[in-house]
């Protein structure tokens, strides 16, 4: 990842970004178009393989470039990047270039070919595990095939979403390993 | 639910409790027998039907209730009560009751036999609605068929889990509602 801030991430612990259940941008690429969609319904599945799974609605139009793919990259915003959260979740990449209009750097992957989100804090890079629940209920089950992670902050300001244009900001965190059985740390 | 703080909710906007990503509890009975398991891997699916999916590992002593009953409620702890949610997440139901030993007060629902759990700020009745994928991925997809939501405080401090043992406790709230497209704040 030339010029970036990321470094690798074990894929298998995904789930330290993902399980908080925060907002997420879905980038997507297919015969020469691109799109990024808003997405807060989604669940870690799996440490290894790792799976995701996301309900990504067919009225989106990042649902075909997605299906047709069978790819997409899950990337990690954050507080600073609201004003694009809540943009790219307003807008329709049926009329607008959202990377454009968003101010957000399409980076290349190492396996998929939707783009990396540069200022995004950490990017997931997903090929489709399983569709299964596509037809009736638009949920892609994703393994996350390599994953990309800035090394600072520790504790990145991730939005959650609550509905009515409400967000949630993570808060503090609080450590009670002390209290876990050991096998339940692993 | 008589002796309690809950109101009826609608279950349309179950959303706004689970789609942040807390950590729930997932209360259960079968065939005389009750328990609880703290789960971080869920998303909500759709409005209505109002749907969430869940990943209930098969190693949980819960999996066979609620594989056997097709039925859960899914209740909302808060940070007060990081020590049951901690304490039920490091113990099995095969041998303490965990009610019992937690603290956690189980009150009738009004569809499902599974208990809810009073001390929650909100508790969802859900009947499973979809099985497909429980046998390669024990993910359920729940309908959830009655909602019962405590109505203060406004934003209860929920946890989220990150792994490791630490959790992330929900902070401030942005209202950026002004922001949106009327039709997406339906």
Redo the contacts between chains.
């Keep these: 990842m030339a010029g970036n801030e990321w470094r690798a991430y074990p894929v298998a612990?995904a789930?330290?970004?993902l399980?908080?259940?925060?907002v997420v941008l879905v980038s997507s690429a297919w015969a020469g178009e691109r799109n990024v969609m808003t997405l807060?319904?989604?669940?870690?599945?799996?440490f290894s393989p790792s799976?995701a799974?996301?309900?990504i609605s067919a009225g989106n139009h990042s649902f075909r470039l997605i299906r047709e793919a069978g790819e997409c990259v899950i990337n990690l915003p954050t507080?600073a990047l609201?004003d694009a959260v809540?943009?790219v979740?307003?807008t329709t990449g049926a009329s607008v270039d959202k990377f454009e209009r968003f101010g957000l750097t399409p980076v290349p992957g190492e396996v998929v070919a939707a783009p990396l989100i540069r200022e995004c804090h950490a990017a997931f890079e997903c090929r489709l595990a399983?569709d299964?629940?596509v037809p009736?209920?638009n949920?892609f089950?994703w393994e996350i095939v390599r994953a990309w992670v800035k090394p600072a902050p520790e504790?990145p300001?991730t939005?959650?979403?609550?509905?009515?244009?409400?967000?949630?900001?993570?808060?503090?965190?609080?450590?009670?390993?002390?209290?876990?059985?050991p096998e339940?740390?692993l």
Excluded: I, K
């Excluded at 807060?40 to 799996?46: C, I, N, P, Q």
């Design positions: 612990r789930r330290r970004y399980e908080p259940g925060p807060g319904w989604h669940t870690v599945m799996e799976l799974g996301c309900m507080l609201l809540v943009g979740g307003n399983e299964r629940l009736d209920y949920f089950v504790w300001q939005v959650h979403y609550t509905g009515d244009g409400v967000f949630m900001v993570s808060g503090e965190t609080v450590d009670r390993s002390a209290d876990f059985r339940m740390l």
